[in-house]
């Protein structure tokens, strides 16, 4: 299965503080994306990060990318109750196909 | 316009009945793409179609078909689907693969 992992499967915090989330993939990339989804809904693209970056900033959002050890971590910051999601890393081999972990469940508590 | 739109939104069906998803998108966009969503799992692609062809099928079953009738629209039509194949069912799009996807809301698919 070309399928990643994510850490931790679910995850708690206060509004204010910092969410991390953990990927690890199996094969080769060219780049490695992350979606949120809010219940039963559709993903919504956050960031993309070529297999030549190491590091990304958007907004609040900061995600890391280490090919030698196929990881990437995404770090939300000074974190709200929108933000309650569940977040998805995705990878992207090329030949048109994206491949998706397993999901960390955010709640972000009021 | 930068969405994709998926109707229906719900749909209920009989294991003997035939219906259809439709999925649109007016990004030019040249890559479009069915996934299939179990309850707390991640999206499993089924199908890409690049330039109006079917380029990847993930071993799906021949009771889901695909069919692209044009670069904007993608149909997925059902026959004698199962039980299991109760499902959030989503499109999506993408600029031939590059940058992000854009996906759809998804239809909620209950076979009973």
């Known amino acids: 299965s070309q399928q990643g992992e994510e850490d931790p499967q679910a995850l708690s915090i206060q509004e204010g503080e910092n969410a991390t989330m953990n990927c690890s993939y199996k094969?080769?990339?060219?780049?490695l994306q992350w979606y949120r989804q809010n219940s039963g809904r559709g993903l919504v693209h956050l960031i993309l990060i070529r297999s030549n970056e190491r590091e990304k900033h958007s907004g609040r959002l900061r995600v890391t990318l280490d090919t030698s050890k196929k990881s990437s971590s995404l770090l939300i910051t000074a974190s709200r109750a929108a933000d309650t999601a569940s977040y998805f890393c995705a990878t992207d081999a090329g030949a048109n196909n994206l491949f998706f972990g397993t999901g960390t469940r955010l709640t972000v508590i009021p | 316009d930068t969405e994709v739109t998926q109707t229906p939104k719900h749909l209920v069906m009989g294991m003997t009945n035939k219906k259809s998803l439709k999925c649109e998108q007016h990004m030019g966009h040249r890559a479009m793409y069915w996934y299939k969503q179990k309850a707390k799992k991640p999206p499993e692609l089924m199908f890409v179609y690049s330039y109006e062809k079917l380029s990847i099928n993930e071993s799906v079953p021949s009771r889901f078909s695909p069919e692209c009738p044009n670069s904007s629209l993608l149909n997925l039509h059902l026959h004698a689907l199962q039980p299991e194949d109760s499902a959030l069912y989503l499109c999506?799009?993408?600029?031939?693969?590059?940058?992000?996807?854009?996906f759809g809301s998804g239809t909620r698919l209950t076979v009973v």
């Open positions: 094969t080769s990339i060219n780049n």
């Open positions: 999506a799009s993408s600029q031939d693969g590059v940058g992000g996807y854009t």
